[in-house]
């Protein structure tokens, strides 16, 4: 073996790639974009010994960068490629919505956050555009000059078609925290707490209203006045839709405050779920019948509605037998509890099924409003001839629906101002709802198109053929405010009308008692697929009954 020359050891020591070298290049931008931006990790990391030691491992001819190289050259450069990106993005789009918040972070610190959502082709795109400090009161006019730099920055003016915002502030603090009744005491110290187990430390990991106390890049929506939100959407001259997701929660919350003769028998369920996470031998048991007690956060009600779900699934003896056996038949849950478990569960399903669905962000979600509305209202209205224990509870939900929807409700001739239970609201958004665009979003789904209205048990014949007409001439005169150099000449309202039932399915239930859903009929894959032509429709008409 040839002995290295002092020149040679010299030599390795001190060879290091060039700054323009194709690998010290991507393991910077490595560096920066992975473990930075993506992982969220301290720009302090790079000088930190650990980390020298682990690169130089991982390539010792790899040039460290300094932070001061991360703060002033390559965070600068990817933003000003990310910001080209987005203007070229919003360039190619023809139609934008965007949704406004302002957050607070743990200093007390005010942003005003906007959130840009188009199609591109036929893909669905949404990016953050700005997040830039609020100086001073939050007023109108300081909002709409945040507002409107964005937008004008972006050359979006001209585009916008839709503005999403939340409700006001009483709402928002109800949905931050909804808690089932009895959970109260999951989230806090009882008796049951055998091994001091801080559940707000270990359970809310994934929710984003709780973090360490030491983070200071914590941020909280803060609540926006109603006149704020109505001189920003009236000076861009912008329509405003409320954010759905947050008003059906807040129908939950209604619902719940009405929950009380379902509270006995949660309080017993919130407890075997907190004595199964602080009691290994209760674990143990319940992984003896493949049984596990899912953990609950505060900020999502329904991560607690699955906890009922779960417990409520362990047959009734063998959990009660358990508890005997560990000493705690206090909490062994009756007869007369399982059925208003039953019951509470029930009125619930459908509006957990509908909070699951419309939490995706990478498929358009407000096609399925409308049929979500019905499909709730009308389980609703069945149930409530059948609930005895928590009837209450079904009475506002119902109210809270036809209170906090009204404006969609009444296309379809519901009566919305004879509530059982009356439903305060501050800021109340029941007009927005009204929107068409509820209503033709669903039909010009694939998956709806007008059989969510014909398969509702709430409507008569004559209701169903009116709001079909309705919706077929809302859809024509949207495409010729679209297509305003297309002449239409067959699109007139008594056509459509005879046209109104032919997409008609009435499928029979089947005999065997099935689980409830929002969309029976795309589970069991039995809609109506179109013929699709290749002639070229003469009219809008032609081609919307063609599509239908």
């Not at 078609?161 to 709402?171: F, W």
């Not at 509470?344 to 995706?360: C, D, H, K, R, S």
């Not at 046209?499 to 065997?512: L, Q, V, Y």
Request: glycine share 2%.
């Amino acid at each position: 073996m040839k002995q290295r020359t002092l020149d040679d050891m010299i030599k390795e020591k001190t060879s290091k790639y060039l700054s323009t070298d194709f690998r010290q290049v991507k393991l910077t931008e490595s560096i920066v974009k992975d473990l930075i931006i993506e992982c969220g990790l301290p720009i302090s990391l790079v000088d930190q010994d650990g980390f020298k030691s682990f690169m130089a491992a991982v390539d010792p001819m790899y040039s460290l960068l300094s932070r001061r190289q991360i703060t002033r050259d390559k965070l600068p450069k990817l933003h000003d490629r990310m910001i080209m990106k987005l203007k070229a993005l919003c360039n190619n789009a023809e139609y934008v919505s965007v949704t406004l918040d302002v957050w607070t972070d743990r200093r007390l610190r005010s942003y005003i956050g906007i959130t840009l959502h188009t199609f591109v082709g036929h893909d669905l795109k949404s990016h953050l555009l700005s997040f830039a400090p609020l100086k001073g009161h939050h007023t109108a006019d300081v909002l709409l000059a945040e507002f409107e730099k964005a937008i004008n920055y972006y050359h979006i003016e001209k585009k916008l078609v839709r503005l999403i915002t939340d409700n006001a502030s009483n709402n928002l603090k109800a949905f931050n925290h909804i808690l089932l009744p009895g959970f109260e005491s999951y989230f806090g110290n009882d008796v049951y707490d055998n091994e001091e187990y801080d559940l707000t430390q270990h359970e809310n990991d994934d929710c984003e209203e709780i973090s360490d106390d030491n983070s200071d890049d914590q941020f909280q929506l803060v609540p926006l006045d109603e006149e704020i939100i109505q001189c920003v959407s009236e000076n861009l001259e912008l329509l405003r839709l409320p954010c759905f997701a947050h008003t059906l929660q807040l129908v939950v919350n209604d619902g719940i405050k009405h929950a009380a003769n379902a509270t006995a028998a949660l309080t017993k369920v919130a407890k075997i779920a907190k004595f199964s996470h602080s009691s290994t031998l209760f674990a143990e048991e319940l992984e003896n019948f493949k049984k596990t007690i899912p953990r609950a956060t505060q900020c999502r009600w329904n991560s607690q509605y699955l906890t009922v779900v779960a417990v409520s699934d362990i047959p009734l003896k063998t959990l009660n037998d358990i508890l005997i056996k560990l000493d705690k038949k206090e909490l062994c849950i009756t007869e007369k509890n399982k059925e208003v478990l039953d019951e509470f569960m029930t009125l619930l399903y459908l509006f957990n099924e509908a909070t699951v669905l419309i939490q995706a962000d990478q498929t358009v979600t407000i096609s399925m409003v409308g049929p979500i509305l019905l499909n709730l209202l009308s389980d609703l209205e069945l149930e409530r001839k059948k609930s005895e224990r928590v009837y209450l509870m079904c009475d506002a939900l119902i109210s809270s629906l036809k209170t906090r929807f009204g404006g969609f409700y009444k296309h379809f001739s519901i009566d919305t101002d004879n509530c059982k239970v009356k439903i305060n609201t501050n800021a109340n958004t029941s007009c927005l709802y009204g929107d068409p665009i509820f209503l033709m979003s669903a039909v010009i789904d694939g998956r709806f198109k007008f059989q969510w209205i014909n398969d509702c048990t709430l409507l008569s014949d004559l209701t169903k053929t009116n709001i079909i007409s309705t919706i077929k001439q809302c859809l024509i005169e949207a495409s010729i405010k679209l297509n305003s150099q297309n002449k239409l000449d067959n699109a007139d309202v008594q056509i459509i009308t005879e046209e109104a039932r032919s997409n008609d399915s009435n499928i029979p239930p089947s005999d065997k008692e099935k689980k409830k859903s929002l969309f029976p009929t795309l589970a069991s894959g039995s809609f109506k697929k179109a013929k699709v032509s290749n002639a070229t429709p003469k009219s809008v008409l032609d081609e919307l009954d063609g599509f239908l």
